[in-house]
Protein backbone atom coordinates (compact mmCIF):
# COMPACT_ATOMS: atom_id res chain seq x y z
CA UNK A 1 0.00 0.00 0.00
CA UNK A 2 1.23 3.26 -1.15
CA UNK A 3 2.29 5.33 2.00
CA UNK A 4 1.20 8.85 2.95
CA UNK A 5 4.61 9.99 2.66
CA UNK A 6 5.14 8.89 -0.93
CA UNK A 7 2.04 10.59 -1.80
CA UNK A 8 3.42 13.61 -0.38
CA UNK A 9 5.99 13.33 -2.34
CA UNK A 10 4.43 12.56 -5.77
CA UNK A 11 2.72 15.91 -4.82
CA UNK A 12 5.80 18.08 -4.48
CA UNK A 13 7.60 16.31 -7.60
CA UNK A 14 4.51 17.32 -9.47
CA UNK A 15 4.63 20.63 -8.43
CA UNK A 16 8.35 20.90 -9.70
CA UNK A 17 7.44 20.58 -13.00
CA UNK A 18 5.94 24.50 -12.60
CA UNK A 19 9.36 26.25 -11.70
CA UNK A 20 11.47 27.59 -14.51
CA UNK A 21 14.67 28.89 -14.94
CA UNK A 22 15.41 31.98 -13.10
CA UNK A 23 12.48 31.84 -10.81
CA UNK A 24 12.68 33.25 -7.27
CA UNK A 25 10.87 30.72 -4.98
CA UNK A 26 9.63 30.77 -1.76
CA UNK A 27 9.98 27.49 -0.04
CA UNK A 28 7.85 26.04 2.58
CA UNK A 29 8.06 24.36 5.66
CA UNK A 30 6.68 20.67 6.68
CA UNK A 31 7.75 17.56 5.63
CA UNK A 32 6.17 17.83 1.98
CA UNK A 33 7.98 20.54 1.13
CA UNK A 34 10.98 18.76 2.44
CA UNK A 35 10.16 16.45 -0.86
CA UNK A 36 10.01 19.49 -2.93
CA UNK A 37 13.24 21.01 -1.62
CA UNK A 38 15.37 17.96 -1.98
CA UNK A 39 13.87 17.17 -5.82
CA UNK A 40 14.46 21.29 -5.98
CA UNK A 41 18.38 20.46 -5.17
CA UNK A 42 18.66 17.63 -7.29
CA UNK A 43 17.44 20.29 -10.53
CA UNK A 44 20.00 22.69 -9.04
CA UNK A 45 23.11 20.40 -9.23
CA UNK A 46 21.81 19.26 -12.50
CA UNK A 47 21.91 22.80 -13.89
CA UNK A 48 18.79 24.98 -12.67
CA UNK A 49 19.51 28.51 -11.64
CA UNK A 50 16.63 29.99 -9.02
CA UNK A 51 16.96 31.14 -5.73
CA UNK A 52 14.49 30.64 -2.82
CA UNK A 53 13.52 32.52 0.23
CA UNK A 54 13.13 29.81 2.94
CA UNK A 55 10.04 30.06 5.73
CA UNK A 56 11.76 28.68 8.55
CA UNK A 57 14.84 27.59 10.22
CA UNK A 58 14.49 23.89 9.46
CA UNK A 59 13.57 24.90 5.59
CA UNK A 60 16.65 26.65 5.54
CA UNK A 61 19.12 24.42 6.80
CA UNK A 62 17.26 21.74 4.45
CA UNK A 63 18.14 24.05 1.13
CA UNK A 64 21.59 24.19 2.42
CA UNK A 65 22.30 20.75 2.70
CA UNK A 66 20.46 19.95 -0.69
CA UNK A 67 21.89 23.35 -2.26
CA UNK A 68 19.33 25.25 -3.38
CA UNK A 69 20.22 29.29 -3.05
CA UNK A 70 19.01 31.08 -0.73
CA UNK A 71 18.06 34.86 -0.95
CA UNK A 72 15.66 36.89 1.62
CA UNK A 73 12.89 38.98 1.29
CA UNK A 74 15.48 42.20 1.91
CA UNK A 75 17.25 41.52 -0.75
CA UNK A 76 14.30 40.02 -3.10
CA UNK A 77 10.82 41.62 -1.74
CA UNK A 78 8.51 39.99 -5.18
CA UNK A 79 8.85 36.21 -5.45
CA UNK A 80 7.40 34.55 -8.79
CA UNK A 81 5.97 31.31 -6.73
CA UNK A 82 5.82 29.91 -3.33
CA UNK A 83 5.14 25.80 -3.00
CA UNK A 84 4.50 24.77 0.51
CA UNK A 85 2.13 21.77 2.17
CA UNK A 86 -1.02 22.56 4.26
CA UNK A 87 -2.46 20.98 7.29
CA UNK A 88 -6.02 21.21 5.64
CA UNK A 89 -7.31 22.76 2.20
CA UNK A 90 -10.72 23.18 0.67
CA UNK A 91 -11.92 23.36 -2.89
CA UNK A 92 -11.81 27.22 -2.63
CA UNK A 93 -8.01 26.61 -1.48
CA UNK A 94 -8.93 28.28 1.64
CA UNK A 95 -6.20 26.93 3.77
CA UNK A 96 -4.91 25.19 7.66
CA UNK A 97 -1.37 25.86 7.83
CA UNK A 98 0.84 26.12 10.98
CA UNK A 99 0.92 22.36 12.30
CA UNK A 100 5.02 22.86 12.31
CA UNK A 101 4.86 25.88 13.99
CA UNK A 102 6.01 28.37 11.03
CA UNK A 103 2.60 30.20 9.95
CA UNK A 104 3.95 33.25 10.32
CA UNK A 105 6.81 33.39 7.88
CA UNK A 106 4.85 30.83 5.96
CA UNK A 107 2.29 33.59 5.18
CA UNK A 108 4.29 36.50 4.74
CA UNK A 109 6.51 34.22 1.99
CA UNK A 110 3.17 33.09 0.03
CA UNK A 111 2.23 37.01 0.25
CA UNK A 112 5.18 38.15 -1.27
CA UNK A 113 4.47 35.44 -4.70
CA UNK A 114 2.78 36.13 -7.53
CA UNK A 115 1.89 32.44 -6.96
CA UNK A 116 1.67 29.98 -4.26
CA UNK A 117 0.57 26.48 -5.08
CA UNK A 118 -0.15 24.11 -2.53
CA UNK A 119 1.17 20.24 -2.23
CA UNK A 120 -0.39 17.61 -0.35
CA UNK A 121 -1.80 13.80 -0.11
CA UNK A 122 -5.46 13.25 -0.56
CA UNK A 123 -6.07 13.18 3.40
CA UNK A 124 -5.86 17.28 3.46
CA UNK A 125 -8.55 18.05 1.06
CA UNK A 126 -11.61 18.56 3.70
CA UNK A 127 -15.52 19.54 2.82
CA UNK A 128 -14.97 22.40 5.62
CA UNK A 129 -11.88 23.51 7.49
CA UNK A 130 -11.34 23.20 11.40
CA UNK A 131 -11.17 19.71 12.18
CA UNK A 132 -7.41 20.28 12.25
CA UNK A 133 -6.72 22.72 15.16
CA UNK A 134 -6.24 26.48 14.00
CA UNK A 135 -2.40 27.66 15.30
CA UNK A 136 -2.69 31.10 16.25
CA UNK A 137 0.68 33.05 16.53
CA UNK A 138 1.09 35.10 20.07
CA UNK A 139 3.19 37.51 21.29
CA UNK A 140 3.82 36.31 24.88
CA UNK A 141 3.09 39.24 26.54
CA UNK A 142 -0.06 39.57 27.66
CA UNK A 143 -0.98 35.47 26.49
CA UNK A 144 -3.63 34.99 29.26
CA UNK A 145 -5.62 38.33 28.02
CA UNK A 146 -5.17 37.40 24.42
CA UNK A 147 -6.18 33.20 25.20
CA UNK A 148 -9.74 35.18 26.56
CA UNK A 149 -10.03 37.63 23.73
CA UNK A 150 -9.80 34.75 21.26
CA UNK A 151 -12.30 32.94 23.04
CA UNK A 152 -14.62 35.95 23.30
CA UNK A 153 -14.29 36.56 19.55
CA UNK A 154 -15.12 33.16 18.98
CA UNK A 155 -18.60 32.91 20.77
CA UNK A 156 -19.55 35.84 18.97
CA UNK A 157 -19.12 33.78 15.82
CA UNK A 158 -21.04 31.38 17.39
CA UNK A 159 -18.05 29.25 17.07
CA UNK A 160 -17.48 26.66 19.93
CA UNK A 161 -13.58 26.26 20.45
CA UNK A 162 -10.92 24.55 22.84
CA UNK A 163 -7.81 26.72 23.02
CA UNK A 164 -4.57 24.84 24.03
CA UNK A 165 -1.07 26.28 24.37
CA UNK A 166 1.08 24.43 22.54
CA UNK A 167 4.10 22.51 23.84
CA UNK A 168 7.51 20.65 22.73
CA UNK A 169 7.41 16.83 23.04
CA UNK A 170 9.19 17.62 25.94
CA UNK A 171 6.74 19.77 27.59
CA UNK A 172 8.04 22.84 27.59
CA UNK A 173 5.91 26.17 25.57
CA UNK A 174 6.83 26.01 22.02
CA UNK A 175 8.65 29.08 20.34
CA UNK A 176 8.40 30.01 16.92
CA UNK A 177 11.35 30.90 14.86
CA UNK A 178 10.01 34.40 15.45
CA UNK A 179 9.95 33.89 19.25
CA UNK A 180 6.41 34.07 19.82
CA UNK A 181 4.07 31.10 21.35
CA UNK A 182 1.10 29.39 19.39
CA UNK A 183 -2.21 28.14 20.69
CA UNK A 184 -4.20 25.84 19.03
CA UNK A 185 -7.66 26.62 18.22
CA UNK A 186 -10.19 23.44 18.12
CA UNK A 187 -13.19 24.28 16.15
CA UNK A 188 -14.30 20.87 14.57
CA UNK A 189 -15.81 22.72 12.29
CA UNK A 190 -15.11 26.66 11.36
CA UNK A 191 -18.34 28.15 9.87
CA UNK A 192 -17.31 31.44 8.16
CA UNK A 193 -13.33 31.37 7.94
CA UNK A 194 -13.69 34.90 6.29
CA UNK A 195 -15.03 36.06 9.17
CA UNK A 196 -12.85 34.16 11.78
CA UNK A 197 -9.99 35.51 9.88
CA UNK A 198 -10.89 39.14 10.49
CA UNK A 199 -11.98 38.53 14.14
CA UNK A 200 -8.61 36.80 14.84
CA UNK A 201 -6.37 39.86 13.15
CA UNK A 202 -8.35 42.48 15.52
CA UNK A 203 -6.81 41.03 18.53
CA UNK A 204 -4.21 42.94 19.22
CA UNK A 205 -1.68 40.00 20.51
CA UNK A 206 -2.61 37.62 18.01
CA UNK A 207 0.77 38.12 15.74
CA UNK A 208 -1.26 35.84 13.02
CA UNK A 209 -3.32 32.68 12.32
CA UNK A 210 -2.81 30.03 10.17
CA UNK A 211 -6.03 30.74 8.05
CA UNK A 212 -4.72 31.38 4.53
CA UNK A 213 -7.39 33.15 2.52
CA UNK A 214 -6.97 33.99 -1.00
CA UNK A 215 -3.12 33.39 -0.98
CA UNK A 216 -2.97 29.54 -3.12
CA UNK A 217 -3.42 29.97 -6.69
CA UNK A 218 -3.38 25.82 -7.23
CA UNK A 219 -2.73 23.08 -5.31
CA UNK A 220 -1.63 19.36 -6.08
CA UNK A 221 -3.62 16.46 -4.54
CA UNK A 222 -1.58 13.09 -4.50
CA UNK A 223 -3.53 9.91 -3.95
CA UNK A 224 -3.25 6.45 -4.39
CA UNK A 225 -5.29 6.78 -7.97
CA UNK A 226 -3.49 9.72 -9.00
CA UNK A 227 -2.83 13.20 -9.01
CA UNK A 228 -5.22 16.02 -9.59
CA UNK A 229 -4.78 19.99 -9.64
CA UNK A 230 -7.65 22.15 -7.76
CA UNK A 231 -6.87 25.57 -9.37
CA UNK A 232 -8.36 29.05 -7.99
C1 LIG B 1 4.07 24.10 8.76
C2 LIG B 1 2.95 23.87 7.84
C3 LIG B 1 2.98 22.64 7.00
O1 LIG B 1 2.87 22.98 5.67
C4 LIG B 1 1.83 21.76 7.39
O2 LIG B 1 1.91 21.51 8.77
C5 LIG B 1 1.83 20.45 6.60
O3 LIG B 1 2.89 19.65 7.05
P1 LIG B 1 3.25 18.28 6.37
O4 LIG B 1 3.66 18.59 4.96
O5 LIG B 1 4.40 17.75 7.21
O6 LIG B 1 2.04 17.38 6.43
O7 LIG B 1 2.02 24.63 7.73
O8 LIG B 1 3.86 25.27 9.54
Known amino acids: MITSDELKKQAALAALEKVEPGMKL ?39 EVGVPLTTLEETPRLDLTIDGADELDSRLRLIKGGGGALLREKIVAAASGQMIVIADGTKLVETLGAFPLPIEVNHFGIGATIAAIAVAAVRLDQPVTLTRRLTAEGTPFVTDGGHAIIDASFGRIRDPEALSLALVAIPGVVEHGLFIGLASAAVIARPEGISWLVA
Open 26 to 64: GLGSGSTANHFIRGLGALVRDGLSVVGVPSSERTAALAR
